[in-house]
């Protein structure tokens, strides 16, 4: 589909000169489905070549890390983007993850599009094939063709992004030339939106969304900090947190326990969002507690291996907590 | 600090004579072994009138709360959740109420997002000598509860 | 064919929904908000919620006859106080289940494909036929007319030529329709007595006349391209060959590895698959009273064969999901000689991964990885 760029050049000569420290590199790989790419899992020298990295790389390969450095003995690369690599910060801090066992190979990033958009902008029809070109996003449908501006469908995040070319951690650094060149926006605007709505249409708009739920855990499993997602108490009988029926109150309670099970830890990567078949906004309640846990305690998760998440630890005299008298 | 009543004068007897077959509102309280828990008994003791709408929990520490019990009982009826224990610097186990207090800080914020309203749960500190102020509380927080119930 | 029995475009929306008013409609809607299409009942379609026949649905059509939760009945457990030894359970009659009042009403289920339709066959395989036979579902198949629209528009996911099915195939369909430009022409039309009824009841909206022979040869042509492109999109696959391929290689785990290396083991193929007939039984109960349901579950899942000595034979997610192709592919073969993959591409759609089915196979039988 697309030439290779200077980029994914770099990319493939470095690990090339480091491929021998590692048991298995882990990057990226073109898709048959327009606009997608697959995750690669490069074992043998001759498959580098199948790598590519573009605007297109929305997977956070992070999720492979601790279930991968547990099963293999060797050493393992994570080709990672910048927002990525604040996921394997979080989990070294906590302990997760052994920092000498897991390397991650960062690319600068000059965005990426947001796949979910695109399809919502062209009216959900199903893309037959797409090309990339000069900024410019051409989609061919069974009727119509398309011809979109890449900048207004970056993903959310990409938007308040600024550590799209100095990433908080990393072991191998790749530098990109093209930047990333899109209108910043503030940070959480869209939470402080949708928290000025009152209480029944909150209530309506989560009742619709839930409906379409189908309990198929995919948010939950391609969380790379869901280190539990074999242990998971939503799946239990004893203690019986949840029902197994599949339904709209299920559905939402899950979603509760996903959040405080990530309060003060989630990375804000956005893939349980893309993954949910039913196209539920997840992202809302982890970035709530993300922005609660900013301004009460001055914490956001995955920038810094030596602090400790708010969470686990305490302090005797709490600045920023004003309590409550009910007397 | 949010007073939400100013003296006795404003207590009259149409708070205090309620119960949950009246007015059908169910309230949780999760309350700490050693303070709280001792705090409410002193309270019953001393013969002090509460209103009857209240369940309480006994948990050994109010640092054992997961904040999901708040939520599950939102989620299965609950109109009101109170959670009470030692006042910090003073917990039974030196530090788990330092810890609730972080954790129930982020869950009252939480709530709106999922459309429960911010005042039908509330965290408070009260000792095991503290009966007066067991029954002020109890007394104040159903009343705010019935006052969302319109 | 020696007449045209057609009902024109224009019309389609008043004839569903004076169908309404005899039958429960149930049809691909799609949200506009964010373009996805899932069968719902026509109750729904207003300015936000359109009808869309042309494109795929996201889920599958199987939630109307085996729906994602379903309550089996409600008990009670009463206590005497006279005779405090013993317990009686009553099963009750609520009102918010009266399970035979719900699945005894007639339903349409309308623009479903005909990959569909061979699914529904997998289904009654498993929950309609043989010593065992689910009542619910029974009854919910009886009061149920189906009406498929050919499929004139063949997406790259789309795979029905391989495993045995065609665009155009109407056996398990009761009224089989193809889209000829302005008019909707009835193919084929079973000669069950509720769908004449159906025809006699709608008759106002149905022209005939005899057919000429360009329309003939339209028809043939829209098949056959359909059926061209669908075989484009993956070789052919013979059922008797890729069940002995599937149990030949079974031991090779290296290659299993390697090939679903990237899989997540989530739910998300396993539910939006037409022919995935897994579920589970549980009860629920608060208090003294409690009920049973039947739900969904999947086989991807670190639970599935979680046993009560904690010893678990498909730890890992490569047994997971060789599983899971063999059941498709080999075991469901086996057993009722039938697929249990109808090449509706809907897994290859939404896996979070891009995990592929077709590849899988293919490296399956390959001799090579």
């Known amino acids: 589909m697309q030439q290779e760029n200077s980029v994914e050049k770099k990319l493939k000569e470095r690990i090339r000169d480091v491929f021998d420290d590692f048991e298995l590199v882990i990057g990226y790989s073109q898709s048959k489905i327009p606009l997608k790419v697959n995750p690669l899992f490069i074992q043998r020298k001759e498959e580098i070549d199948d790598l590519i990295f573009n605007n297109l790389c929305i997977n956070n390969l992070a999720t492979y890390s601790y279930f991968l450095s547990n099963e293999l003995k060797g050493k393992i690369g994570i080709v990672l983007k910048p927002c990525d690599t604040r996921s394997i910060t979080q989990l070294i801090s906590e302990e997760l993850l052994n920092k000498d066992r897991v390397k991650s190979i960062v690319v600068g990033c000059a965005g990426i599009l947001d796949y979910k958009k695109i399809v919502k902008e062209i009216g959900g029809l199903k893309i037959i094939s797409a090309d990339i070109k000069d900024e410019h996003i051409r989609i061919d449908t069974i009727d119509e063709n398309f011809t979109l501006k890449a900048k207004n469908f970056y993903a959310d995040k990409c938007y308040t992004c600024n550590i799209y070319d100095n990433p908080p951690y990393y072991d191998e650094f790749i530098e990109n030339d093209s930047k990333l060149n899109i209108e910043p926006r503030k940070e959480y605007e869209d939470l402080d939106e949708f928290e000025k709505l009152s209480l029944e249409e909150i209530n309506s708009f989560w009742d619709l969304q839930f409906s379409n739920c189908i309990r198929c855990y995919a948010c939950r499993n391609i969380c790379p900090l869901e280190v539990c997602r074999d242990k998971c108490i939503a799946q239990l009988d004893v203690p019986h947190w949840q029902s197994q029926k599949i339904n709209a109150v299920e559905g939402k309670f899950f979603q509760l326990i996903r959040a405080f099970h990530l309060a003060g830890r989630c990375t804000e990567c956005g893939e349980c969002e893309r993954v949910c078949p039913a196209n539920i906004q997840l992202l809302k309640l982890m970035k709530k507690i993300n922005k609660d846990v900013l301004k009460l305690f001055n914490y956001r998760p995955g920038f810094n291996l030596d602090e400790k998440p708010p969470l686990l630890t305490f302090k005797n005299v709490e600045k920023n907590i004003k309590e409550e008298e009910l007397i | ?150 | 064919m020696k007449t045209l029995t057609y009902i024109k475009k224009e019309n389609l929306n008043t004839f569903l929904e004076k169908l309404n008013k005899n039958y429960d409609v149930f049809l691909p809607v799609q949200n506009k908000a964010d373009g996805t299409i899932n069968f719902e009942s026509l109750d729904i379609v207003n300015d936000n919620n359109v009808i869309n026949l042309k494109e795929k649905t996201r889920k599958s059509p199987k939630s109307l006859f085996f729906p994602p939760s379903e309550n089996l009945f409600e008990f009670e457990y009463k206590k005497d106080i006279k005779k405090p030894d013993i317990m009686e359970i009553k099963l009750l009659e609520s009102e918010k289940m009266i399970p035979d009042e719900i699945n005894s009403r007639k339903k349409v289920i309308f623009g479903i494909k005909p990959c569909d339709t061979m699914a529904v066959k997998c289904l009654d395989l498993v929950f309609g036929e043989g010593e065992k036979k689910d009542p619910r579902y029974v009854m919910k198949r009886e009061n149920t007319i189906i009406i498929s629209i050919g499929c004139n528009n063949i997406f790259p996911d789309c795979f029905c030529t391989s495993v045995g099915g065609n665009p155009f195939y109407f056996d398990h369909s009761d009224l089989g329709l193809i889209d000829m430009g302005p008019n909707l022409v009835i193919f084929k039309s079973s000669e069950r007595d509720d769908i004449r009824e159906l025809l006699d009841k709608s008759h106002k909206f149905f022209e005939e006349r005899e057919i000429n022979s360009d329309e003939e040869i339209e028809i043939k042509k829209i098949i056959s391209e359909s059926e061209k492109k669908c075989s484009s999109n993956w070789e052919s696959v013979n059922a008797e060959d890729i069940a002995l391929d599937m149990e030949r290689k079974f031991s090779e785990e290296e290659m299993w590895k390697n090939i679903t290396r990237k899989c997540i083991s989530c739910a998300a193929c396993t539910y939006v698959c037409p022919a995935c007939v897994c579920f589970n039984i549980g009860d629920e109960q608060t208090g003294m009273k409690g009920e049973r349901y039947k739900c969904w579950d999947f086989c991807t899942n670190y639970y599935y064969t979680l046993e009560a000595s904690g010893h678990n034979p498909r730890e890992k997610i490569y047994q997971r999901y060789r599983n899971k192709i063999n059941c498709k592919y080999n075991y469901f073969y086996k057993r009722n000689k039938n697929l249990y993959c109808v090449g509706c591409g809907r897994c290859i759609d939404v896996c979070p991964v891009g995990m592929d089915i077709r590849e899988i196979v293919k490296h399956v039988r390959s001799l090579q990885k």
């Open chain 2, 1 to 150: 600090m949010e007073n939400i009543l100013g003296t006795n004068k404003d207590i009259n007897n149409k708070d205090i004579n309620t119960n949950s077959r009246k007015t059908g509102i169910k309230i949780v309280a999760f309350l700490c072994n050693w303070c709280s828990y001792a705090g409410a008994d002193a309270a019953g003791t001393s013969r002090l009138r509460q209103p009857e709408d209240i369940r309480i929990i006994r948990v050994p520490c109010s640092g054992r709360i997961n904040p999901l019990f708040v939520l599950k009982a939102f989620t299965q009826g609950a109109d009101g959740v109170l959670v009470s224990g030692c006042h910090p610097n003073d917990c039974h186990y030196s530090e788990g109420n330092f810890y609730a207090r972080r954790r129930l800080e982020i869950l009252k914020e939480f709530l709106p997002v999922i459309g429960i309203d911010k005042r039908r749960f509330s965290y408070q500190w009260v000792s095991a000598s503290e009966g007066q102020k067991w029954q002020k509380v109890v007394i104040n927080f159903v009343k705010r509860i019935r006052e969302i119930q319109g």
